[in-house]
């Protein structure tokens, strides 16, 4: 069965400083992997997706992961934080078989201080 | 365009009343899906529907009763609302087949049961 951690609930950074956010799946299949984030009161926007294709992902704003087969990580990062980053982000695995369901982590509150 | 709409944004209700929460997708996907998150902003499955079938029905109370009358639309109805429902409620689609297909979530319905 597939599963994902989110190993911090809660990250601060300096404006200026990289964002490094956690994730590890368990998946007995290879995995399709996201990250979604969501700005107060908004809904949820896709930043990046791993398909196989290529273990570095490239997202938007600036953003992304690796996919780290050996230690079954995908963590997200960004070179320099901005404040607009503030927001929650969550880490998604997709089952490959049976009903497809995506398996969300519970969260990572991303600070961002001035 | 919109891909994912929701109506209404806001709904507000006594407890014990009926209420609907509508949501149309215009992607072209065959999987739809309702989400509920909570105050700590736990994402947690309810219903996904694939092609009109119910695919995903979670540990959901059954005063909840998801209706798709087609593959576009994906409806959710509430009977003898309870406090405890109060929460933010988001729909979602997806192509079901194929590696690394992300879903496209709506705004979100805010639910506030008094």
């Known amino acids: 069965a597939q599963s994902v951690t989110q190993l911090d609930s809660h990250v601060s950074v300096s404006e200026g400083t990289p964002v490094l956010l956690r994730c590890n799946y368990s998946?007995?299949?290879?995995?399709?992997l996201f990250w979604y984030v969501q700005h107060p009161n908004k809904g949820l926007q896709l930043l990046l997706k791993y398909t196989s294709a290529a273990t570095l992902v490239k997202g938007i704003n600036g953003f992304e992961a690796e996919f780290k087969k050996s230690e079954t990580s995908f963590h997200l990062t960004k070179p320099s934080a901005h404040m607009s980053d503030a927001a929650e982000y969550f880490c998604?695995?997709?089952?490959?078989?049976?009903?497809?369901?995506?398996?969300f982590g519970t969260g990572t509150r991303l600070k961002v201080l001035a | 365009d919109t891909a994912v709409s929701q109506t209404p944004k806001y709904l507000v209700t006594q407890m014990g009343n009926d209420k609907s929460i509508k949501c149309e997708q215009n992607l072209g996907h065959d999987t739809m899906y309702w989400y509920k998150q909570d105050s700590k902003k736990f994402l947690k499955i309810m219903f996904s529907y694939n092609n009109k079938e119910l695919i995903i029905n979670e540990t959901v109370p059954n005063r909840f009763s998801p209706k798709s009358p087609d593959k576009a639309h994906l409806n959710l109805h509430i009977n003898s609302l309870e406090l405890g429902d109060s929460a933010v409620y988001f729909c979602?689609?997806?192509?079901?087949?194929?590696?690394?297909?992300?879903?496209?979530f709506g705004p979100g319905t805010r639910l506030t049961v008094l």
């Open positions: 998946s007995s299949y290879s995995p399709s």
């Open positions: 998604v695995v997709r089952s490959v078989s049976g009903t497809y369901k995506y398996i």
């Open positions: 979602a689609s997806s192509h079901s087949t194929g590696q690394g297909n992300e879903q496209f």
